[in-house]
């Protein structure tokens, strides 16, 4: 039986924990280069090692690779979004789709409640300053947290978990979702345009879908409060980076603070330009604990699914 299982790309030093794993369970594991290859480059490596099983980070796992692999019986994802899967594919040819959903809900929404903080302390801005010879203690304009009302788009675990976070500072908490039918605790439901229009900080915690890249644009940051915060720790293409850099320029946001962009790894030198701007190289998801975590469960359900298992976390369309 085929037991090859490639990994086609990783975000930490080496891969020895999948490795570990993999081979403790009698199968062979091939690793692709550390940084992601093109998607011509993947479904060339799938052509040549026929894999049973596909583990991915970021590297695109296209239709054509599926269909390159008459054995294939599982991709699964190291993160949680799927947008780099051909799940549609997959799914057609019967080969299971996971993910690992839940191992970074506490750094991802520290990382949001660390943003908010940074902003209405000024933390980030008034390091700037002083590194750069300026000492202005009475140019301080900061707020408190507490005061404010913070918008949620997207209610699932790390919404959750931002919410209750926040919480503990006394923020008013607003939560935009389509599948959350009724207030959550002290989370009010809102739609869009009134969690915009009502909210000093604006989070997104939502998944890139077609319906919701670019949700936020130029017309929904106009909705926003003036001089408010936008937080994106989810995925790039959520949000218009040109309408983000032009609501900066105008001052319809005093701040945006982005662990990802729509053009990853490339910064535009518009956005950098802008004071208001704080930029994290997509690295909400990552701390010791979590990305051992990911490593572990992801190789786990590789093994659990080619020894004829069900996986723990099928993400296949219904």
Sequence with gaps: MNNTVLLTDYAWPDDGVERGI??????????????????????????????????????????????????????????????????????????????????????????????????????????????????APADAKLRRLGALTCGLIGFGRIGRATARKLGAFGCRLLAHDPFLSADAGEVKRATLDTLLAESDIVIVHAPLTEDTRH??????????????????????????????????????????????????????????????AMCTPHVAFSSDASLLELRRRAAEEVVRVLRGEAPQQPCNLR
């Design 215 to 276: 949700l936020i644009d130029e017309a929904r940051l106009s909705r926003m409060r003036p001089g408010g915060l936008l937080i994106n720790v989810s995925r790039g293409g959520i949000v218009d980076t040109a309408a983000v850099v032009a609501a900066l320029e105008s001052g319809q946001l005093s701040g945006a603070a982005l662990d990802v962009l729509e053009s990853e790894p490339q910064v535009p030198s518009a956005l950098l330009a802008q004071p208001g």
């Design 22 to 135: 993999i081979e403790a369970a009698g199968m062979r594991l091939v690793s692709g280069p550390a940084e992601p290859a093109s998607a011509e480059a993947i479904e060339a490596l799938v052509r040549e090692h026929r894999p049973a099983a596909i583990l991915t980070c970021w590297a695109q796992v296209s239709a054509a690779a599926i269909a390159s692999a008459p054995d294939l019986r599982i991709v699964a994802r190291l993160g949680v979004g799927l947008d780099n899967i051909a799940v549609r594919a997959a799914t057609e040819r019967g080969v299971q789709v996971t993910n690992v959903p839940d191992y970074c809900v506490e750094e991802v929404s520290d990382h949001a409640v660390g943003f908010a903080l940074a902003w209405t302390r000024g933390l980030v801005f008034f390091d700037r300053e002083v590194r750069a010879g300026r000492w």
